[in-house]
């Protein structure tokens, strides 16, 4: 099990939350999800086979913009 953590941009409320959590959940080897609009984090509990690349693609794909640091 690895922890990832993500900075996406576009989360406003709770509802956006909800979005990002249900869309990352669909990806196989995703054990669990916390995401907070206030600090635009997102962190992910994956199985180690799970890149970080896919789950960019899945926010990406629903609409948010990851923040490459």
């Known amino acids: 099990m690895k922890e990832l953590e993500l900075k996406i941009e576009g989360m406003m409320c ?10 990352l959940k669909t990806i196989a ?3 669990s999800v916390e995401a907070n609009h206030t600090t635009g984090l ?12 896919l789950l960019e693609e899945k926010l990406e794909d629903i609409g948010y913009e990851v923040v490459k640091e």
Not at 14 to 22: A, D, F, L, Q, Y
Not at 43 to 53: C, L, M, P, R
């Open 14 to 23: 709770e509802g956006c939350e909800n979005r990002v959590k249900n869309a």
């Open 29 to 31: 080897g995703v054990e």
């Open 42 to 53: 997102v962190k992910v509990s994956v199985n180690e086979d799970v890149e970080q690349e």
